[in-house]
């Protein structure tokens, strides 16, 4: 099974943006943080975002203050990424995964989406 499946990413210009989503079952999703993190070519995993269940908890990675904004919809078991302003070094892979409580540590996540492609040229 794939409980998490990211999908949204491409191949964009500096300068551009990108909407990520992350579509989950609601077993996986219900009562848990959603967070986001990148891994570009022969690096780790980075935190990007989370979210707390309610929404009333957001933290970003500095990389992507301002520029990156996470939301989620509950009715719809789906979590989201708005990606504006995109630079080369954003180029990744892009993970959604859960967590039973908030972290921006990649082991405090135990489940996770396959990744989708997000690649900018400058």
């Known amino acids: 099974q794939v409980p998490l499946v990211e999908s949204g990413g491409g191949l964009v210009q500096a300068g551009d943006s990108l909407r990520l989503s992350c579509a989950a079952s609601e077993y996986t999703f219900s009562h848990y943080y959603m967070g986001w993190f990148r891994q570009a070519p022969g690096k780790e995993r980075d935190f990007v975002a989370v979210i707390s269940v309610g929404g009333n908890y957001i933290y970003y990675a500095d990389s992507v203050k301002g520029r990156f904004t996470i939301s989620r919809d509950n009715a719809k078991n789906t979590v989201f990424l708005q990606m504006n302003s995109l630079k080369a070094e954003d180029t990744a892979v892009y993970y959604c995964?859960?967590?039973?409580?908030?972290?921006?540590?990649?082991?405090?996540?135990?489940?996770w989406g396959q990744g989708t492609q997000v690649t900018v040229s400058s």
């Open positions: 995964a859960r967590a039973p409580y908030r972290s921006t540590r990649v082991d405090a996540y135990d489940y």
